[in-house]
């Protein structure tokens, strides 16, 4: 039996994210969201948490793309202004380094140095 490619999950999800961005705009759940803004931050994300593997950069990035997402979401509903946005942003950037700092992860490879001298 065939191993299935992640391609295939990745194009899933998406029609998946769409459809419900889609229904919760119609049914004026989540009117006046910027979807194209929003679903981009939270893919780039996703994406990179996807393909990236697990290294120092794709453990910070990820997550954070995906939460400025959902707080954009807070944002662009009035829930929330950006005096409070950035902080929490900046607050969940630090914690975020903390913890790829405190687990060892490796650095991406492109981003090593050659022990070689």
């Known amino acids: 039996m065939a191993k299935p490619r992640r391609s295939n999950l990745v194009i899933a999800i998406l029609i998946i994210g769409f459809g419900v961005a889609w229904l919760l705009n119609v049914l004026q759940v989540l009117a006046g969201v910027d979807w194209i803004w929003t679903i981009g931050l939270g893919l780039t994300g996703a994406l990179t948490l996807v393909f990236g593997g697990v290294n120092k950069l794709t453990q910070v990035i ?30 969940l950037l630090g914690v975020l380094l903390v913890r790829v700092h405190l687990r060892s992860l490796p650095s991406p490879e492109t981003l090593r140095q050659d022990d070689e001298s």
């Open 62 to 91: 990820g997550p954070f793309l995906v939460f400025a997402a959902a707080l954009s979401i807070f944002s662009q509903l009035g829930h929330m202004s950006l005096d409070i946005e950035l902080p929490i942003l900046m607050v």
